[in-house]
């Protein structure tokens, strides 16, 4: 099964930036949704945003919260999903999980049903 | 706050069976296909059910989804140890253009 390898969290000032990275040893990513998905410490689940395949436009969607702040790209040649994240403010804090989504494909059925795989996480701390 | 509504708690013996619930509106889990998360204490979620009621291979049967209306639930069957967890639901919400998240219910075996 595919394992999902994020890095690029740490320590960051109010007002930085911080890129995040996601890697899939072994595997190609190129045809795939991703996702990016954060946890504050001691909280819940909060979907930041999503790129979809190149191949359906690469396009974007983002949680209102980080809209105009962070971007979600992909490098296929690289296999590796980004989250550029601009004007960091202390309620980024959190650990972000980029995910592989996944879609049903069958004779009769074809639809997409969101975050499927999930790598361990990297923690980015905004603190002065 | 968390868009879909989940109890902060649940709790049963071993053996038991125990249901989480997941309550949300018309633009979510009432349009829209819903999942649940397992994350065991210190790890990333897990895929646990997809699409209202479909398991991911591997995942033990004792879990089932179900979903009327705008309120989704978590079936855990013959409740075991391991399956101390916090639990969340997700879903596809149309108004906000993006995944929405319950808060989590942590369970808890007794």
């Known amino acids: 099964e595919v394992q999902l390898v994020e890095s690029g969290g740490g320590l960051v000032k109010p007002g930085g930036s911080l890129r995040l990275s996601c890697a899939a040893p072994?595997?190609?990513?190129?045809?795939?949704?991703m996702s990016w998905v954060r946890q504050a410490p001691g909280k819940g689940l909060e979907w930041v945003g999503r790129?979809?395949?190149?191949?359906?436009?690469?396009?974007?969607d983002y949680a209102a919260p980080v809209k105009g702040r962070f971007t979600i790209s992909r490098d296929d040649s690289k296999n590796t999903l980004y989250l550029q994240m601009n004007s960091l403010k202390t309620e980024d804090t959190a650990v972000y999980y980029c995910?592989?989504?996944?879609?049903?494909?069958?004779?009769?059925?074809?639809?997409?049903?969101?975050?499927?795989?999930w790598g361990q996480g990297t923690t980015v701390t905004v603190s002065s | 706050q968390p868009v879909l509504t989940q109890p902060p708690s649940a709790s049963g013996t071993p053996g038991q069976r125990v249901t989480i619930s997941c309550s949300g509106s018309?633009?979510?889990?009432?349009?829209?296909?819903v999942n649940w998360y397992q994350q065991l204490p210190g790890t990333a979620p897990k895929l646990l059910i997809y699409?209202?009621?479909q398991r991911p291979s591997g995942v033990p049967d004792r879990f089932s989804g179900s979903k009327s209306g705008t309120t989704a639930s978590l079936a855990i069957s013959g409740l075991q140890s391991e399956d101390e967890a916090d639990y969340f639901c997700?879903?596809?919400?149309?108004?906000?253009?993006?995944?929405?998240f319950g808060g989590g219910t942590k369970l808890t075996v007794l």
């Open positions: 995910t592989k989504d996944g879609f049903v494909s069958s004779l009769f059925d074809y639809y997409y049903y969101g975050m499927d795989v």
């Open positions: 790129i979809k395949s190149k191949t359906d436009g690469a396009t974007t």
């Open positions: 072994g595997f190609t990513l190129s045809n795939d949704w």
């Open positions: 018309s633009s979510n889990v009432g349009g829209n296909l």
């Open positions: 699409s209202n009621n």
């Open positions: 997700a879903a596809w919400d149309d108004s906000l253009n993006g995944w929405v």
